[in-house]
């Protein structure tokens, strides 16, 4: 299965913020993302840079193309805009990380 690894980075002090939004996930985020293909998501921080590291597990990674067009995720990221670097349309800054190692 497809895996998925990319970066974001959160905004100096909120890191508590940031875990406390995603502890109360929105149960409609959460079916998008599996109604998508999404069987596994992971985020994780260094505490040192804030930066963030996701890693998810997907069907068809084509499908992520859409996600965008979803009022839920366009919400969601609206919502998590001001604690982390976002674009203009509120989507977080995301940078694709090149996997170099696996071991299964």
Not at 45 to 60: K, R
Request: glycine share 4%.
């Amino acid at each position: 299965m497809p895996r998925i690894a990319f970066k974001m980075q959160l905004h100096p002090g909120q890191t508590g913020e940031y875990k406390r939004r995603h502890d109360a996930l929105w149960p409609e985020l959460a079916d998008l993302l599996r109604e998508t293909g999404i069987h596994e998501y992971s985020i994780f921080l260094d505490e040192e840079t804030l930066a963030l590291f996701g890693v998810l597990e997907i069907d068809n990674p084509v499908l992520l193309d859409d996600l965008p067009k979803h009022p839920v995720m366009q919400r969601w990221w609206a919502y998590m805009a001001d604690i982390m670097e976002s674009n203009p349309d509120c989507s977080p800054v995301s940078v694709p990380l090149r996997e170099v190692f696996y071991l299964k």
